[in-house]
């Protein structure tokens, strides 16, 4: 199968966009995921990262922090729009065409996610409308990942147990992982076969604040400190 895998994260840099070509692995390692039994094994095809501009970046922003339905219907219908640039990108940089793909799998934007807590359900809201991806692309999408675990009792975040399972378990070690997005998370993994599950969690705000320090200390004109510039400039207090 040739996938494509769509990403718009709390960072609001872009969206990245990846092209898989995967098969179904055998079962000898410990044979959960697959049709054929064992982990998909894949190729990575291309990628590419198309970065929102300003007036973008400041819709998301404005979606998060003061959204009213009209406002949030209009985002949801754009996001589509800008989902199926990235792919048309994505296709493009590669050379293959449309029909060639199987499936396209989008996460969306999320714009307000509340874990569950004692006595309450959580509630998540991704934006991206996939009816417009599917449209545009002429390709079947597969969407919306956070609300099925939500409904089901779940945290809904984040998503990347499986694949850091998938990539980077090994056999006779335990490993954690912290990834440091727009929202911090870490999945702890078990040895490759060993029958314990990963378990994951968020870790609180990544770099969203270092962000939103880049943007106070430049007086609006940075939205990141690209490449660690202005932190480089600072005093290390051990």
Same mark, same amino acid.
């Given at each position: 199968?040739? =996938?494509?895998?769509?990403?718009?994260?709390?960072?609001?840099?872009?969206?990245?966009?990846?092209?898989? #070509?995967?098969?179904?692995? !055998?079962?000898? !390692?410990?044979?959960?995921?697959?049709?054929?039994?064992?982990? +998909?094994?894949?190729?990575?095809?291309?990628?590419?990262?198309?970065?929102?501009?300003?007036?973008?970046?400041?819709?998301?922003?404005?979606?998060?922090?003061?959204? !009213?339905? +009209?406002? $949030?219907?209009?985002?949801?219908?754009?996001?589509?729009?800008?989902?199926?640039?990235?792919?048309?990108? $994505?296709?493009?940089?590669?050379?293959?065409?449309?029909?060639?793909?199987?499936?396209?799998?989008?996460?969306?934007?999320?714009?307000?996610?509340?874990?569950?807590?004692?006595?309450?359900?959580?509630?998540?809201?991704?934006?991206? #409308?996939?009816?417009?991806?599917?449209?545009?692309?002429?390709?079947?999408? =597969?969407?919306?990942?956070?609300?099925?675990? =939500?409904?089901?009792?779940?945290?809904?975040?984040?998503?990347?147990?499986? +694949?850091?399972?998938?990539?980077?378990?090994?056999?006779?070690?335990?490993?954690?992982?912290?990834?440091?997005?727009?929202?911090?998370?870490?999945?702890?993994?078990?040895?490759?076969?060993?029958?314990?599950? +990963?378990?994951?969690?968020?870790?609180?705000?990544?770099?969203?604040?270092? #962000?939103?320090?880049?943007?106070?200390?430049?007086?609006?004109? $940075?939205?990141?400190?690209?490449?660690?510039?202005?932190?480089?400039?600072?005093?290390?207090?051990?």
């Amino acid at each position: 199968m040739k =996938v494509v895998g769509l990403m718009s994260g709390t960072s609001m840099d872009g969206i990245d966009a990846a092209l898989l #070509d995967l098969e179904d692995g !055998d079962d000898s !390692d410990d044979g959960e995921a697959g049709e054929g039994g064992g982990d +998909p094994r894949g190729t990575l095809e291309g990628f590419v990262t198309v970065e929102y501009g300003a007036v973008r970046r400041e819709a998301l922003r404005d979606a998060v922090d003061r959204g !009213d339905a +009209p406002a $949030l219907c209009r985002l949801h219908a754009c996001l589509g729009e800008w989902l199926a640039e990235a792919v048309h990108a $994505l296709l493009a940089a590669t050379g293959v065409n449309a029909a060639a793909v199987d499936v396209i799998g989008c996460h969306g934007h999320t714009v307000w996610h509340s874990p569950p807590t004692e006595g309450r359900r959580g509630e998540t809201l991704q934006l991206g #409308d996939p009816a417009t991806l599917a449209a545009r692309t002429r390709i079947p999408v =597969v969407s919306d990942f956070r609300s099925a675990d =939500v409904a089901a009792g779940g945290h809904g975040a984040p998503l990347v147990p499986w +694949p850091d399972r998938v990539l980077l378990s090994v056999p006779g070690r335990r490993r954690a992982l912290q990834n440091l997005g727009g929202i911090g998370n870490v999945t702890w993994l078990p040895p490759r076969g060993a029958p314990e599950p +990963p378990v994951a969690f968020d870790t609180g705000p990544g770099n969203v604040l270092m #962000d939103l320090a880049a943007r106070r200390a430049s007086a609006g004109r $940075l939205d990141c400190d690209r490449d660690g510039v202005l932190a480089a400039r600072g005093r290390v207090d051990e």
